[in-house]
């Protein structure tokens, strides 16, 4: 599918609209499944690209193309399933606000495929710390952070 543009002689310079979604929306979303699917039914340590691509209906290439390499997007999707960006607790109380963040986590890692995800994003971090952890780490120290003073104010 092409974009066109209006034939007007005043938008010859004008670029043409960007598409929101399309095939590389829906390539990444068969990706994501493929990968979740296949962690579920066999394991982290015995998927590979080629059965993520025959999976998701797609090139092997093209999932090189976009993540590099298995542990990449392992890692990628692992930290995809638990949001970065989804509002977090905020009542004022930092006690309440992390026992809540904690039972969200919790119960989000309670699932097989989302605990799977999760270690074999964290193995394919090696040393490195991974996504996911440092998505946690700085929710964390944004609750601290939005807590007035928070080691003067006793946590009941």
Known sequence: METQLASTP????TSPAKRTG?????VL???????????????????????????????PTSIYRRWGDLPTLINEIATYRLDPERPLPQSGDLRGDLTAWAREI????????????LRAGAATAGESESDCL???????????????????????
């Open 134 to 156: 440092r998505n946690r780490r700085a929710e964390a120290t944004m609750f601290v952070a939005r807590t007035p003073n928070p080691r003067s104010r006793p946590i009941r």
């Open 22 to 26: 399309g095939r590389s929306a829906l």
């Open 10 to 13: 005043d938008t010859a310079s």
């Open 106 to 117: 919790i119960e989000h890692y309670s699932t097989a495929v989302n605990a799977a995800l």
């Open 29 to 59: 979303a068969a990706v994501r499944t493929a990968v979740e699917e296949l962690i579920k039914e066999r394991g982290p340590e015995r998927v590979t690209v080629p059965m993520i691509a025959e999976r998701a209906g797609v090139n």
